[in-house]
Structure formats: structure tokens, C-alpha cells
């Protein structure tokens, strides 16, 4: 079964500075998805990117940029600029690409602050 | 605007009681998906359905039940088998060939004492 960690709880960066959460997957598949949600205190899940795993070009969506090394089975999210609106949690998610296998896998989450 | 709507946000029962979940889908998404969110332990999936009068279990089933009746509906019943109900659940929904990517509500949040 496929799996997802990530393993930092928690996660501070200053304002207009970089940050970059990790996540790892588990997975004996080659094609599938990988997503980056964030879900701010509103507990709105919001979709910031995804990578196709037969995509080798990372994903980069504005400030969000995403370093994908599959060999490693690591999917990890960048923040450049940092401001006071990324302070949310932040959940990696796994999909198989496998046709009728719709199930998303997420991971624990890690709660990102934003230092003012 | 297309979107998941889920009711009620807050919801308290009794413990022994069965409750009902609400969630609806105007996104003409054949997939939907209900998960439950504790602290520490991320979303876990409790059932998930691709087609209408179909579904499946997800990886924490025991204790609840669903239904698929209609394209946009997929209700959630706790039932007073489930141990730990109290929890926020999230209902979302995916569409297009691939079904990608997962499209949330807004949540519920239930207590129950």
C-alpha cells in the first residue's frame, strides 16, 4: 500500500524568506500524482500544485515551486517570498495514475508559521 | 459557481445517536470522497465513490455508511457503532477523465458528547 510522510509537524520562516517542506512517498507504482494543499485557519483545502510523476520537470505555480526526485520518492514544496498568508497547514498527497484507482493518499501535514 | 456545499458546519449529538453528514456537488463530478481530519493524523479516507450506486470502503469504514443515490449527493451516516466520532469531516469530489484534481468542501465540524 502507498504511503505518505511527512515529517515535520511544524515549520517557522520569516516574512519574505524561503522556506521548504519536505514529504516523502512510498510507492512500488511508476506513474502517478503527486499535490501540495494547504488548508488555512478557515479549514478551506486549497489546492497549490501537482506533478505528474512522468512529468521530470518540477512544477512551479507563482511563489510555489516543488522539488520532485522520484528515484528518491521525494515530493518537496518551496515558499519563496514568505508572507503572512502561506501561515496555514500544508498536506502531500499521492495519487495512482492507474485507471478505476481514484483514492488519494495524504500525509500527516506540517503547520507552517510566518514570522512578521 | 460550481462548487461542494456541506452541512451543517457545526453539528452536536448525544452519544448513541446516529447523525447524517451532508454533502452536495454541483461540479458534475462523477467521484466523490468523504474524509475524516484529526490533529496529528492528517485525512484519512472513509469512503470514496467513482459512479453513482457504487462505492468503497476507505481505510477507516468501521462505523460508518453511505450512499450514492444521486450524482451530486453523497451523504455520511455516523453511527453510534463508531467509537470516536467527534472529528471534522471533509467531503470532496473529482472529475474529468482522469479525475483530477480533488475538489473540497468547506467541512463539519462534529461533537458529540
Known amino acids: 500500500a502507498q504511503t505518505v510522510t511527512q515529517s515535520q509537524p511544524e515549520m517557522s520562516v520569516q516574512e519574505a524568506e524561503t522556506v521548504t517542506l519536505s514529504c516523502t512517498y512510498d510507492?512500488?507504482?511508476?506513474?502517478?500524482?503527486l499535490f501540495w494543499y494547504k488548508q488555512p485557519p478557515s479549514r478551506q483545502m486549497i489546492l497549490v500544485i501537482r506533478?505528474?510523476?512522468?512529468?521530470?520537470q518540477n512544477a512551479t505555480e507563482n511563489r510555489f515551486s516543488v522539488n520532485f526526485q522520484k528515484a528518491a520518492k521525494s515530493f518537496s514544496l518551496k515558499i519563496s517570498d514568505s508572507q503572512l498568508g502561506d501561515a496555514a497547514m500544508y498536506f502531500c498527497?499521492?495519487?495512482?495514475?492507474?485507471?478505476?484507482?481514484?483514492?488519494?493518499?495524504f500525509g500527516t501535514g506540517t503547520r507552517l508559521k510566518v514570522l512578521a | 459557481d460550481g462548487g461542494i456545499t456541506q452541512s451543517p458546519k457545526y453539528l452536536f449529538r448525544k452519544e448513541g445517536q446516529n447523525v447524517t453528514l451532508s454533502c452536495e456537488q454541483n461540479l458534475n463530478h462523477d467521484a466523490m470522497y468523504w474524509y475524516r481530519q484529526d490533529p496529528g493524523q492528517g485525512l484519512r479516507l472513509i469512503y470514496y465513490?467513482?459512479?453513482?450506486?457504487?462505492?468503497q470502503k476507505g481505510d477507516i469504514a468501521e462505523g460508518y455508511s453511505v450512499s450514492r443515490e444521486k450524482k451530486e449527493s453523497f451523504p455520511l451516516t455516523v453511527t453510534s457503532a463508531q467509537k470516536n466520532p467527534t472529528a471534522f469531516y471533509l467531503c470532496?469530489?473529482?472529475?474529468?477523465?482522469?479525475?483530477?484534481?480533488?475538489?473540497f468542501g468547506n467541512g463539519t465540524r462534529l461533537t458529540v458528547t
Open positions: 506533478q505528474e510523476a512522468y512529468k521530470q
Open positions: 498527497a499521492y495519487r495512482s495514475s492507474g485507471t478505476g484507482t481514484y483514492k488519494y493518499i
Open positions: 470532496a469530489s473529482s472529475g474529468g477523465q482522469r479525475r483530477l484534481p480533488l475538489h
Open positions: 465513490s467513482q459512479i453513482v450506486n457504487d462505492f
Open positions: 510507492t512500488s507504482e511508476s506513474d502517478y500524482y
